[in-house]
């Protein structure tokens, strides 16, 4: 394709992109599939995350996104949201820290009365040399990074998805 060779520190900014990814900005068209619905998705500031807030927001859904600290990019997709004629809700901080992750939860079910959707998509890719590491320290990296944020994801909403059905 052509494109030229680029290296961002993590965590990337989207608009730093040559070229910005299409994340449907100009070319997805909603039709109410998601209407009176209320979304919280991890990572939506940028890439497949930023293309779930906008579908969800262009198909009816009022939107909380997490982010880590990419403030420029959160911002121009909670501008596509509003647009969109529905809620958007903006909180950084680090989805690694299972308080943090509580705190998400418990701030979307303030701003929204509740939660219907829960897309954990915060991730950044990185690629590395691994030889010469060994296997506990490989295992203790993925456990750290990855499993425990997905743990702490998959249970959360559950509180309050048993609430709202009282």
């Known amino acids: 394709m052509g494109f030229?060779?680029?290296?961002?520190?993590?965590?990337?900014?989207?608009?730093?992109?040559?070229?910005?990814?299409?994340?449907?900005?100009?070319?997805?068209?909603?039709?109410?599939?998601?209407?009176?619905?209320?979304?919280?998705?991890?990572?939506?500031?940028?890439?497949?995350?930023?293309?779930?807030?906008?579908?969800?927001?262009?198909?009816?859904?009022?939107?909380?996104?997490?982010?880590?600290?990419e403030d420029e990019d959160a911002a121009e997709v909670a501008g596509l949201v509003e647009d969109a004629g529905r809620r958007c809700v903006l909180v950084p901080g680090d989805l690694a820290d299972p308080a943090h992750c509580r705190a998400v939860i418990d701030r979307a079910a303030a701003e929204f009365g509740g939660i219907d959707v829960l897309v954990s998509n915060a991730a950044f890719q990185m690629t590395h040399n691994t030889s010469g590491r060994s296997a506990t320290r490989s295992g203790t990296t993925r456990s750290g990074s990855m499993l425990g944020p997905t743990f702490t994801w998959s249970r959360l909403p559950c509180r309050i998805w048993v609430q709202d059905r009282r």
Not at 18 to 36: F, K, M, Q, W
Not at 49 to 61: D, W
């Open 4 to 69: 030229p060779k680029q290296q961002q520190e993590v965590p990337g900014v989207q608009s730093a992109m040559n070229p910005v990814p299409d994340c449907g900005e100009n070319s997805y068209r909603g039709s109410g599939r998601l209407t009176g619905k209320r979304a919280v998705i991890t990572g939506g500031d940028s890439g497949i995350g930023r293309a779930v807030a906008i579908a969800f927001a262009r198909e009816g859904a009022d939107v909380l996104i997490a982010y880590l600290n």
